[in-house]
Antibody, heavy 114, light 106 residues
């Protein structure tokens, strides 16, 4: 069974970078699918941030394009989110997911605060 | 971006009720509409994909319909375990979510 697990700091200061890791087990991320980052803001709004495909190509939400980077380490079967220049409006629960097959991590709450 | 508007934002219903949740897109999304259920502290779970296809393992009391800009999720007989927030999600273009309908027991 495919399992995804997010990890990373729960608190980030404004203007700094948010970095999260998604560790995938049960499937090799280079074998198929798109590997996504999605976030849920306080108040329930959800936003698809972007994804890295099994081939390594990336696609980002245009609203984040200048601040986001999704990369991977195929040797560790992990993919990563970096979001630069964060503000308090980036406070959210961040999920990694293979949306097409409906595999999601449990989510990690990140608060942006000084 | 395509905007997805869900109604109502909160719905109270009794066990056994037929429940209807609505989702309206700001433009035609060609039936590329999924429904997710999210319970507190859990990840979203796919219920319906591409308007009316029931995901494997989902009870048959859930069904979806719609076309163009207007879509509906129906629960034919509400069960206590259906208490959750329900999101619609379009993937006709850059994916976007609705704001959710919180389903409560009356």
């Amino acid at each position: 069974e495919i399992q995804l697990q997010e990890s990373g700091p729960g608190l980030v200061k404004p203007s700094q970078s948010l970095s999260l890791t998604c560790s995938v087990t049960g499937y090799t991320i280079t074998s198929g699918y798109d590997w996504s980052w999605i976030r849920k803001f306080p108040g329930n709004k959800m936003e698809w941030m972007g994804y890295i495909s099994y081939s390594g190509s990336t696609n980002y939400n245009p609203s984040l394009k200048s601040r986001i980077s999704i990369t991977r380490d195929t040797s560790k079967n992990q993919f990563f989110l970096q979001l630069n220049s964060v503000t308090t409006e980036d406070t959210a629960t961040y999920y990694c997911a293979d949306v097409a097959e409906d595999y999601w991590g449990q989510g990690v709450m990140v608060t942006v605060s000084s | 971006d395509i905007q997805m508007t869900q109604s109502p934002s909160v719905l109270s219903a009794s066990v056994g009720d037929r429940v209807t949740l609505n989702c309206k897109a700001s433009q035609n999304i060609n039936k590329y509409l999924n429904w997710y259920q999210q319970k507190l502290g859990e990840a979203p779970k796919l219920l319906i994909y591409n308007t009316n296809n029931l995901q494997t393992g989902i009870p048959s009391r859930f069904s979806g319909s719609g076309s163009g800009t207007d879509y509906t999720l129906t629960i034919s007989s509400l069960q206590p375990e259906d208490v959750a927030t329900y999101f619609c999600f379009q993937h006709n273009s850059w994916p976007t979510f609705g704001a959710g309908t919180k389903l409560e027991l009356k």
